[in-house]
């Protein structure tokens, strides 16, 4: 990320026009030009470079193998193999750019006009233009030839009115979408002609995709032009063409089967420089999608569930001095959570509370390896159960997910497939995953489904996601956590995206399906109030550490540390003078390995200069809590409800 | 459902009766010259008149184009200068085995292309991917009719294993129909994997990075369980996109196909009306594509409502 003070010093840059940097050379393009200019070059000194005439007929010396005064041979009429090469790819490539660059010509004004017109007039053309789409472009090339007579020109022209509608189409699209902003309507007040509105704002536009356009036509009418002088209705003899050449050498492939070669290769050759040249056009308008490692991590084969007895008491989840790196390109990679350490027992809710960027959903996601790209557990251990879960195998890491630790994200009609009914999505797993026979797992969903609270489940199970609210949606993500029989929950800012009502009733269901079930809650949210209302415990991150942990009780009613106090103040409160919920100001410091001194110093109105002379380790101030503050308890609890 | 489909007719009748509109004026436009192969080239000038006048060829073009519909929509499409028989039984024979073709060939491919997106999707960023795209971009630049050529002279001149040219109809020999198909619905299905592939793989790249498949993943479910049984289908509208547009394609590129395995189909029937000038065939066999362009894109469109359930609200 750019640091702030360094953006505001940096001159300010004039904006390029969208025309110049749309023109401008990006680097990925730069082979694929070569290589096209390369071909250009062939077929422009296609007459310098032959050997020999490309019509000469020599019957004498037909089909000949390669020679020395024949680089490749002769034909079965005698005459030379490479020289028509030459000449087939200049007139086939000729016939190419031409169809392309008729089809831009014809296509642009046209899409330009009916976008500025607009009605009925528009409505009619595209009719036109979808109605001629349904004939395929060789009949309708077809004819065009029957009227115009066979003719490589004439197989061009109707190529390009082809594709003239893919350009109308683009053209018709920025023309339609100038004409509707405000700028242009602004313009016209002022009396801004049309002209001036389509080669100030229209063709700029519309530039970058309809050079896409061309690159993408490109290749195709390269093999168009040859199949058309493959079936005899495009270049005519003696011209030579490669699709003309391949038909030759069709009719004697019985006793000469390698002259259907060199025109092929030449052709593909051909072709896949401009489809090089196209994917490299469509690229640098849109870059392709990066990976998703997640996927690579589900790899594993899954077994059935062995019983999970649970050692050292009942203590589910131990985390200890956890330390997470995360992978910048900009920077390098940064140790995002550091010496994080925390135990979770049945029955019991944790919450992990801080801003975003604080390392709590990286914690969370890093016990059932569920990190996002670039990101890896450094140092430390994640016990679940009493068996370690980092560095493990992709098999054990899937039965950790199908058996032992469910997940519920934030947005909760997002997580459900929308192309799968919700019965699918809860019997489905427990099929899969468990091994339940159908109608086991039908009763198994049905009873879940009355246990979060949720009305005709019958009903629901016939019905998709979008017809879901986003609460009830909710519920029938716990219960698919459920259904698993997990001894962990993560919430991960589960009742974010929900009314503030219906967030009540999930916090309740959850609290409730914690105790009935002795299931250990890990609970990740950014506020304060869901903390006090559903946690037994809790932990405040900062910066990727963390600065304060204890009971919920506890640190809700006298916290600690200045960061948990300002969390504290920004949770809206229903009272008589109440201010407005605010934010610590500043923002959380960016860490590469170990923090040299307390992070939140900068944001804290106590901070002094021992509080900047080295990193600040967990103070207890009494038993059962930490924090990393010097200031003692009494100093801290001044603050509250004082500004910040 | 049913007033979706019912709309789909009606716009697919506009469709048709705009493109006859076309295809007839372009038809009026070439040369017709059916004395020609009626009387031969030095018939006397009363007797090219009558023939003239008897096929209507004198009239309003206008007038013409409505004669020439109003017999079409009966199903009777006129008479070919060349042959003199009904374009209509001409085109009933020969239909079947171009759309056999064509069915076939894009089965080739969609079973190709989704196969491959879905594995390349899978193994995105991967040697597997790279090899895997790289070859469907070789596949895309190589011209179906030379693979043709090559696919003829490596099986069938050289190793003997496949007729090179000719259809056999199933009613004749069920085996022979099948060797028939298999080298050229090959070479015409073969070029259209890769546009499946990079498709289906671009939305399958896109719905792997959705919340539901961090969330089916989160449950324990393996990679090619979420590939296969969450992301594909949501993947699949883009890829019924293509794939019916390549069906439109490769509707146009059988006529290339055709013509190098020698098949009497749709194609050749309309190669050689442009030969010889027999407007008629001509116009009946584009008409016949169109019909089937319109009827492959209605049921592209009720794809998509099976597709996604949403959309079934929507519609």
Redesign the interface.
Known sequence: MMNKSHALASPPQTRPSSLTASLKIKPGLIRPALLTMVLVFVALLAPWLATHDPTQQDLLNSLMTPSAANWLGTDDQGRDIYSRLLFGLRLDLLAAVGAVLIGFLIGTPLGVAAGLLGGRVERLFM??V???L???????I??????LG?DYTHSMLALGIIFSFGFIRIARGEAKLTRGSTYVLAARGIGVSTGRLISRHILPGALPALITQIGLFL?VAL?IS??LS????GVQSPQSSL?AM?QA??EV??TA?WQ?LP??IL??IA??IL?FLA?ALSDSLRP?????P?????????RPRRPTELRERDVVLEVRNLGIEVADPLHGPRMAVRDVSFALKRGEVLAVVGESGSGKTLTSMAI?G?VPAGARVREGSIRVAGAESTGVSLDRL??????EV??I?Q?PL????????IGQQLV??LM??KGLSKAEAHARVIALLNEVGIPEPERRLAQ?A?ELSGGLAQRV?IA?ALS?DPLLLIADEATSALDVTVQYQVLELLKRLGKERGLAILFVTHSMGVVSHIADEVVVMYAGEIVEQGAAMDVVSSPTHPYTMALLDAVPRNQRGAKLPVSPPGAAPRVTTALSQCGFAPRCSLSGPECKAGPISLQSWTALRGTRCIRRPDEVAQLRGRKS | MFTTITTRLFSGALVLAIVSIIAFTLAALSPRHPEIYKLGADAPIEAVQSVRTSLGLDLPVPQQYLNWALDAVRGDLGTSYVSDTPVSDEIKQRAPRTLILVFVSVLVAALLGVTIGVLAAVYQGTWIDRLLTTSASMVQATPGFWLGILLVTLFSVMLGWLPATGYVPPTVSFSGWIQSLILPAFALGLPSTAAIVRQLRGAMVGELKQDYVRSAIAQGYGRMQVALGQALRNAMGPAATVIGFQTIVKLSTVVVIEKVFAIDGLGSLALNAVFRGDTPVLLGTVMTFAIVVVIVNMLVDLSYSWISPKSRGAA
């Open positions: 009719r036109l979808d109605a001629t349904a004939i395929p472009p060789i009949l309708l077809m004819s065009v030839i029957a009227v066979r290749p093999l040859a199949s493959y079936l005899g209705l699709g391949l050498a069709q492939s019985l089967p259907v025109p092929g052709l593909v072709a896949l489809n994917e392709r999608g990066d990976s998703d997640l996927l690579a991590t589900a790899a594993g084969t899954l059932p569920l899937r039965h950790l997910r199908a058996h469910a997940v994200f947005n997002a997580c459900l497939n929308p192309s799968q009914t489905k797993p899969r995953l998709y979008h993500v698919q698993r």
